[in-house]
């Protein structure tokens, strides 16, 4: 049974920075995707960023060059490095899993496991 668990987060000033961890359990896979995904209060869920088990990385416009996704195969650890944080980049944050290669991995739908999600909030 996979299970990913979600750190980090919290409040910051905008500029500011976070990071946001996802340590995977019962996950090894040669093909895998993994990615983070945000929901703000009335809006529907969005890709941020994702990794493909071939290094390949896939960003959404609105974090290209602020955001950083990156994984630790070792410790089985999925990170979002967050820097220049702006007031529009508050929502819930969850990580996600599939344990298949993604064509089109900052869609939500294309994963089946889910993180229990942290919040990140970030004032002007």
């Known amino acids: 049974q996979v299970q990913l668990v979600q750190s980090g987060g919290g409040s910051v000033q905008a500029g500011g920075s976070l990071r946001l961890s996802c340590a995977a359990f019962?996950?090894?896979?040669?093909?895998?995707?993994m990615g983070w995904f945000r929901q703000a209060p009335g809006k529907e869920r969005e890709g941020v960023a994702a990794?493909?088990?071939?290094?390949?990385?896939s960003y959404a416009d609105s974090v290209k060059g602020r955001f950083t996704i990156s994984k630790d195969n070792a410790k089985n650890t999925l990170y979002l490095q967050m820097d220049s944080l702006k007031p529009e980049d508050t929502a819930m944050y969850y990580c996600?899993?599939?344990?298949?290669?993604?064509?089109?991995?900052?869609?939500?739908?294309?994963?089946?496991?889910w993180g229990q999600g942290t919040q990140v909030t970030v004032s002007s």
């Open positions: 019962g996950y090894t896979y040669d093909n895998y995707c």
């Open positions: 990794v493909n088990s071939d290094g390949s990385t």
């Open positions: 996600a899993a599939d344990t298949k290669w993604l064509l089109l991995p900052l869609r939500p739908k294309e994963y089946n496991y």
